[in-house]
């Protein structure tokens, strides 16, 4: 149930038509604007009841009497409604059979069917030749104040700080009926909260705009870590050409870089772009990528290949010592099943026992003739160290060390 205290906005009746000392004198005393149903429910979703609990002083010569439908009710939409006969539910309803004797008081309620939502804004006592006597009455409760039909603390209120319709800042407080910016945000522009130590649109003042490419930094125009701010332009010293190292310095080669004009040491000129030395894809020299060597790496300007593949051969990294394509000398290839090793070909015996070659009984501890077919060719080509020779064994050429 919604009981709440009135706060009164006449301290006499209000007289309606001739000016004539009031026969009536009306106190709202509070006003439920949700009664509890099980006693009083709506009559349908367009109305509202509503229970004004008065009373009134008969300062008239005879009777008045209380009957519902004497009661005007002025709500905040301009209309106005009578007294409800529904009334008579109320066990203290201001009945129809009652009056009050002159000068005395009599304390009732009064049931009101208002339009869903309105607000009763005066009371009027209405005498059978029009004229009327009342007050004036607020719903809200004496800490709040009526606005667009609500009760509002003008203290706190978002949208009514201070007065009805005054809206606070975006990102503002209401604080004792002020607009307040909270502390990091402490000054307001344009209905809005804004830091001008920071706000590039308010940078130190509002409407204070900063330049294109700056910001705002401790209320003056600034640039972010890294850039400095020459004229009105924020810019890196380090690569800008025509603030190269300080402002108004022009590099006349038209690159800058690390504030110097041209490529420092160690960088040279590729694309367009200052580059080191050791890119991989500008290796001492523009263009020269490591991707020329296979396996190589770019160390102070030149391909290098690292230590476990330290020989080159057709532009590629290898290991002479234990590459059997390139074994002991770039092309030297070691036949079948031989390995490198320092590089030497070598060749493990597959057979059992020793085998006949040329009708010769040959183990050459453990180089006999293989089971392998080897290519016949050259000692050269087949990979023979000096020393070696050539034997035929089953109609193929291998190498025996001798």
Request: net charge negative; hydrophobic share 30%.
């Amino acid at each position: 149930m919604r009981r709440l205290a009135l706060i009164w906005l006449a301290l006499s009746s209000l007289a309606c038509g001739a000016q004539e000392e009031a026969p009536v004198v009306i106190t709202v005393r509070s006003v439920d604007l949700d009664p509890d149903e099980s006693q009083l429910p709506a009559l349908d979703d367009r109305s509202d009841p509503t229970v004004l609990n008065i009373s009134l002083r008969n300062t008239s010569n005879g009777y008045t009497p209380l009957a519902a439908p004497l009661f005007v009710v002025e709500l905040d939409t301009g209309i106005e409604v009578l007294g409800s006969p529904r009334t008579e539910l109320l066990d203290n309803g201001c009945r129809a059979d009652s009056a009050v004797a002159s000068g005395a008081v009599a304390n009732c309620s009064l049931v009101l069917e208002r339009p869903a939502g309105t607000l009763p804004i005066a009371l009027y006592y209405q005498l059978a030749d029009g004229s009327r006597f009342g007050v004036e009455f607020s719903v809200c409760e004496p800490t709040e104040t009526l606005c667009d039909r609500a009760c509002v603390d003008l203290t706190t209120d978002h949208h009514h700080c201070g007065a009805c319709f005054d809206e606070v800042a975006s990102g503002a407080a209401c604080v004792d009926g002020e607009a307040v910016c909270r502390q990091d945000w402490g000054s307001i522009c344009d209905d809005q909260c804004t830091d001008l130590d920071l706000d590039p649109l308010n940078c130190g003042a509002c409407g204070a705009v900063v330049p294109d490419g700056t910001v705002c930094v401790d209320g003056s125009p600034g640039c972010i870590e890294g850039l400095t701010l020459c004229g009105d332009t924020c810019v890196d010293l380090q690569t800008d050409p025509s603030n190269c190292g300080v402002c108004g310095a022009t590099a006349s080669t038209g690159f800058c870089d690390e504030g110097a004009v041209g490529c420092v040491a160690f960088k040279q000129l590729c694309d367009g772009e200052c580059v080191s030395r050791s890119d991989p894809n500008h290796c001492g020299d523009c263009g020269i990528s490591v991707e020329d060597l296979e396996g190589s790496y770019c160390n102070g300007g030149s391909l290098k290949c690292p230590d476990e593949t330290p020989d080159v051969c057709d532009d590629t990294c290898v290991d002479l010592d234990a590459d059997p394509n390139h074994c002991g000398a770039c092309g030297r290839q070691c036949q079948g099943p031989g390995t490198c090793e320092s590089g030497r070909c070598s060749f493990q015996d597959t057979a059992v026992g020793p085998q006949t070659c040329n009708d010769v009984c040959d183990d050459h501890e453990g180089y006999a003739c293989q089971a392998a077919a080897l290519v016949c060719g050259t000692a050269e080509e087949i990979g023979c160290d000096e020393g070696g020779i050539l034997q035929d064994c089953t109609r193929h050429c291998l190498c025996v060390l001798d």
